[in-house]
Nanobody
């Protein structure tokens, strides 16, 4: 059974940093595009960042560009999201996801596998 498990969420003050990680189990996702999405209470799930299979192409939402960085360690089969200069509006549940293909995508319905999510709370 394929599983994606996020870790690294928590409570941080505005201006602080957190690093999220995602460790798939049940299969390797090294050939697929992977991404991070987030969902705040009462809002739809939104795209945060994506990275292609070999890590040489990335995409970011305008709201996090310059503050967040997505990366992957293929040897460890692990996905990361480094979040710096965090703002209260970054507060949300963050989800790791994977496509079944290598193409880039920013729409949730283009992703086949999802983790249960990890809470990130930024206090002002």
């Amino acid at each position: 059974q394929v599983q994606l498990v996020e870790a690294g969420g928590g409570l941080v003050q505005a201006g602080g940093s957190l690093r999220l990680s995602c460790a798939p189990s049940g299969r390797t996702f090294s050939s697929y595009t992977m991404g991070w999405f987030r969902q705040a209470p009462g809002k739809e799930r939104e795209f945060v960042a994506a990275i292609n299979w070999n890590g040489d192409s990335t995409a970011y939402a305008d709201s996090v560009k310059g503050r967040f960085s997505i990366s992957r360690d293929k040897a460890k089969n692990t996905l990361y999201l480094q979040m710096n200069s965090l703002k209260p509006e970054d507060t949300a549940v963050y989800y790791c996801s994977s496509r079944r293909s290598s193409g880039m995508a920013t729409i949730p319905s283009n992703y086949a596998y999802w983790g249960p999510g990890t809470q990130v709370t930024v206090s002002s």
